[in-house]
């Protein structure tokens, strides 16, 4: 079941925020999240397991609800080298595969 | 040094020759992955291995055949190319089988005419 990615597609300037959504239906067993850049592969930026967690990375962070079926990823005061397509990928209870949203598109624009 | 590698990064072959993707990582990661990420983006997993072990097997026509000759090395052969086979496919690995963070390969474009 793929996860609901929004929005589709986000423009900003540079130092502003932004917050990208993914949410399922079920309680998930974790949600990741991976940025891919333009001709290039899918980059993992984190994961989270538990309801209710929030994690960092620099400028970039994540939480996960207590129900464990919404997930947003929040970038603040963003720069140029943020650009790109974000995805969540989801899995499931009992279920080992990975699937993954449609994607975000993100562009800094100076 | 590089994570995980695929060969080769781009393919170009007419309908209905057989193709295969190699792949291989130097992360000691147990788990490996193929995806197929269509012109629109879309990310989708078609086969994973756990330590030489088929695990995941999605919906995929028997075309395409996946081999893990050991934990570190997992191929892609592709018989009878399609038109619709055309895509980049990525590889990737974790160390935990479900919950880990995976790590993509550089992909490999394949256009079929």
């Known amino acids: 079941q793929q996860p609901v990615q929004s929005p589709q597609a986000v423009i900003l300037r540079e130092g502003e925020d932004a917050v990208i959504n993914c949410s399922s239906s079920k309680a998930l067993y974790s949600v990741h999240w991976y940025r891919q850049k333009h001709g290039e592969a899918p980059v993992f930026l984190m994961i989270?397991?538990?309801?209710?967690e929030q994690k960092g990375h620099e400028k970039i962070s994540a939480s996960f609800n207590e129900k464990k079926q919404q997930s947003s990823l929040y970038l603040t005061a963003s720069q140029l080298s943020y650009s790109g397509t974000y995805f969540c990928?989801?899995?499931?209870?009992?279920?080992?595969?990975?699937?993954f949203g449609t994607g975000t598109r993100l562009t800094i624009i100076p | 040094d590089t994570a995980v590698s695929q060969t080769p990064k781009y393919l170009v072959t007419q309908m209905g020759n057989d193709k295969s993707i190699k792949c291989e990582q130097n992360?000691?990661?147990?788990?490996m992955y193929w995806y197929k990420q269509d012109s629109k983006k879309f990310l989708k997993i078609m086969f994973s291995?756990?330590?030489?072990?088929?695990?995941i097997n999605e919906t995929v026509p028997n075309r395409f055949s996946p081999k893990s000759p050991d934990k570190a090395h997992l191929n892609l052969h592709i018989n009878s190319l399609e038109l619709g086979d055309s895509a980049v496919y990525f590889c990737?690995?974790?160390?935990?089988?479900?919950?880990?963070?995976?790590?993509f390969g550089p992909g490999t474009r394949l256009t079929v005419l």
């Open positions: 990928g989801t899995e499931n209870f009992g279920n080992e595969k990975l699937t």
């Open positions: 992360l000691g990661h147990d788990t």
């Open positions: 990737a690995s974790s160390q935990v089988r479900g919950g880990g963070g995976q790590f």
């Open positions: 989270l397991l538990k309801g209710g």
């Open positions: 291995y756990n330590n030489k072990e088929l695990i």
